[in-house]
């Protein structure tokens, strides 16, 4: 089979198994591929939220939202497990990774590679004021998840500026003030962006209040952005033909 061949059964594959969104990237334009050159490449994939839940986060997380929560970060770990499982078939090296998930507090970072960060370089998006993946057709309503492999898929073009433009929404409407107001490039740190600590705080705070027990769930910035409402009112994309990128 062509690498060609090989880009697009995976594709519609994982399509078909249920995700929304579904990119290739290429690790080794990292300064410091965490990996090494053996799992070189990714699968980037992406499990969009609810549109109802995603509207009535913009007043703060509930229960629905919580459970639409789980319900993608399940539906994220069933879709990469069955993709890694069908490259190990195919006899190449597959690793599924974890669904995203919130940092412990105080932690410098999430992870050595982001889900959101494989997500640029597969060319789905890029990174908001608010340190969120937003992509063209879904804004910020996904969840995130990756399978690391060395089988030899076309890598996608990888998104490297911020398309956010003119817009402070999320900086604006975050209650916790942790939004910067910097927009991203390829490289830009997460705490340039945002502050992490006030982040969590926040998000504690707000799920507590919301009777969520332990969780530290928001949701605000990612519903307030105007690329997320314009999925969730199923209007077109502020950013026209970005989705063409
Ligand atoms: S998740 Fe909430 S607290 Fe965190 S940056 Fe977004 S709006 Fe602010
Ligand atoms: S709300 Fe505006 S600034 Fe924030 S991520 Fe969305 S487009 Fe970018």
Redesign the pocket.
């Known amino acids: 089979m062509t690498t060609r061949a090989l880009t697009e059964t995976l594709r519609s594959g994982v399509l078909a198994l249920g995700a929304g969104l579904v990119g290739f990237a290429d690790l080794l334009v990292l300064d410091r591929p965490p990996f090494g050159r053996e799992l070189s490449r990714a699968v980037s994939i992406a499990v969009p939220l609810d549109r109802e839940v995603v509207r009535r986060v913009s007043r703060g997380p509930d229960a629905l939202y919580a459970r639409e929560y789980d319900r993608a970060n399940g539906e994220l770990e069933r879709i990469a497990r069955a993709c890694a499982m069908v490259l190990s078939g195919m006899g190449y090296r597959a690793l599924a990774m974890e669904p995203t998930c919130t940092p412990p507090e105080g932690s410098a970072d999430t992870t050595p590679l982001p889900h959101k960060t494989v997500a640029t370089l597969a060319g789905l998006g890029w990174i908001g004021r ?3 993946l937003v992509t063209p057709g879904f804004g910020s309503a996904l969840r995130l998840c990756s399978v690391l492999t060395d089988a030899p898929l076309d890598a996608g073009e990888p998104w490297t500026d911020s398309a956010c433009g003119d817009c402070y929404e ?1 900086a604006e ?4 003030g ?2 910067r107001g910097e927009a991203w490039r390829q490289g830009v740190s997460r705490e340039r962006l ?1 502050d992490h600590a ?3 705080r ?2 504690e705070e ?1 799920s507590r209040e919301a009777g969520l027990g332990s969780m530290a ?6 519903s307030v952005c105007p690329f997320t409402r314009a999925y969730a009112d199923g209007g077109p994309s502020p950013g026209g033909d970005l989705a063409l990128h």
């Open positions: 608010c340190a969120l999320c409407r975050c209650p916790g942790a939004v945002y006030a982040c969590r926040t998000a707000l769930i928001c949701g605000i910035c990612m």
